[in-house]
């Protein structure tokens, strides 16, 4: 069974930092390309940032590249992302993704805000 269990969101002031955490289990983590989603309120799921199995390959949202950055530990079956440089249009909830399965785990809010 497929779980995707995200972490480390919550309230940070705007130039602020959060390093969020995705536990995978259920399927072969190493063999599998990760990514992280987010979805604002009102806007569609967009994708943050993608990493390749091995972790050797990273790709980003043109807008998000050189705040954020997509890391893991295929060890611990985790994948990260470190936020940095934070917006108030950040705010959104975030979801980690497997990209070779369709589910969703519950996502982790990142609220930016004064």
């Known amino acids: 069974q497929v779980q995707l269990v995200e972490s480390g969101g919550g309230l940070v002031e705007p130039g602020g930092s959060l390093r969020l955490s995705c536990v995978a289990s259920g399927f072969s983590f190493s063999g599998n390309a990760m990514g992280w989603y987010r979805q604002a309120p009102g806007k569609e799921r967009e994708l943050v940032a993608r990493i390749s199995g091995g972790g050797t390959t990273t790709n980003y949202a043109d807008s998000l590249r050189g705040r954020f950055t997509i890391s893991r530990d295929n060890a611990k079956s985790t994948v990260y992302l470190q936020m940095s440089s934070l917006k108030p249009e950040d705010t959104a909830v975030y979801y980690c993704?497997?990209?070779?399965?369709?589910?969703w785990g519950k996502g982790t809010l990142v609220t930016v805000s004064s």
């Open positions: 993704k497997v990209f070779s399965i369709d589910y």
